[in-house]
């Protein structure tokens, strides 16, 4: 047993702190597969963690970060043994399962995805929990039956990591999409990813009305509140907004007027607990369905130093693309 480099969250007289340290492998918790991270990323709820913006750690001492991509070191788990890449996101990892932000981890063999071939364990990152959720979203609108000849699909925090996933995406499949920003100096970056328009967030903010002029057969909302209202009021008759995000506020300030007048749906999306064949498949899409120079250009490397720092940009809304966190 040694010591590795982690972020280490502890609970302190007044919310939480976080620094890079040394911490202990003996004091890693209960699993049947250790691996060496090889990278990381940084997501919205990472944020949070790093800066104690809000209690979504719940036992001390944690290692942040809730997605890795590594190594098998070793393995009782039936299905994985040494050497075998895989992707863990999800179940807890930085919140009540020591995290991602360290050269090592241990979890349950059942909670790890196998790196697609197409892939290495950096593009896995690159992609991360917000590409991961994005083609949760994307799974969910084709499940509901929207195609593109159904017309324009809008995805909202466009800029963001699961914005620029989900946007990348859906207009490699052929939808004519729709990315709304707070950001409009984004909007080249936006059209590179394959949006045919951008909107401006503004035009999504005020107080929802009931029903608004339809707009859009469905959407990726990563937003929230006020903007999920006025998105659900305009969307088209029998459409769906995927909703996985909630950077403006828990709450929905909307009216039932859009399910019951005009039979939209609204699917919620969880990427912590979901099932492992759903993972599987989700996976293996972003490997067909994600241009891997797309990829590229939306997303920025730093090191473990750099997270803590980050983490403060990210909860400012300053952070374009998909941060990858290089751990080893």
């Known amino acids: 047993m040694g010591t590795f ?43 949070l963690a790093v800066t104690g913006k809000a209690p979504v750690v719940r036992r001390f001492p944690m290692i942040a970060g809730v997605d890795f991509a590594g190594t098998v070191e070793q393995s009782s788990h039936p299905q994985w043994k040494a050497g075998d890449k895989v992707i863990c996101t999800g179940w807890g990892m930085g919140e009540t399962h020591l ?14 995805v196998r790196v697609p071939a197409a892939m290495s364990t950096r593009d896995a990152m690159a992609i991360g929990t917000a590409g991961f959720t994005s083609m949760l979203s994307v799974l969910a609108l084709e499940k509901h039956g929207l195609t593109p000849k159904h017309g324009p699909i809008v995805v909202t925090g466009a800029a ?19 990315a709304s920003t707070g ?3 984004e909007a080249s970056y936006l059209k590179g990813l394959g ?17 608004a002029k339809e707009r859009w057969a469905g959407g990726i909302d990563s937003v929230g509140s006020t903007t999920l209202a006025n998105i659900l009021s305009m969307t088209k008759y029998g459409g769906a907004i995927a909703a996985c995000g909630i950077a403006a506020g828990m709450d929905l300030p909307s009216s039932v007027a859009p399910f019951i007048l005009r039979g939209v749906c609204l699917l919620g999306i969880d990427s912590v ?21 797309k990829l590229a250009e939306i997303t920025h490397e730093i090191g ?10 990210i909860l400012a809304g300053q952070v374009r693309g998909r941060i990858v966190v290089k751990i080893l």
């Open 99 to 112: 995290g991602a932000y360290a050269e090592k981890a241990r979890v349950k063999g059942d909670w790890l």
């Open 195 to 211: 949006a045919a328009e951008v909107l401006d967030r503004n035009e999504l903010s005020g107080p929802a009305k009931p029903l």
């Open 5 to 47: 480099k982690a972020i280490r969250i502890d609970k302190a007289d007044k919310g939480t702190t976080a620094a890079l340290t040394q911490f202990d492998e003996a004091e890693l918790m209960e699993g049947d597969v250790t691996v060496r991270v090889e990278w990381s990323t940084l997501n919205y709820k990472d944020g």
């Open 183 to 185: 950001r409009m100096s």
């Open 273 to 293: 607990m979901c099932p492992i064949e759903v993972r599987k498949i989700a996976w293996s899409r972003l490997a067909a369905d994600l241009h891997q120079a």
């Open 160 to 178: 963001g990591g699961v914005g620029s996933v989900a946007t990348a995406v859906l207009s490699k499949l052929g939808y004519h999409v729709i």
């Open 304 to 313: 473990l130093d750099q997270v803590i720092g980050a983490g403060a940009k």
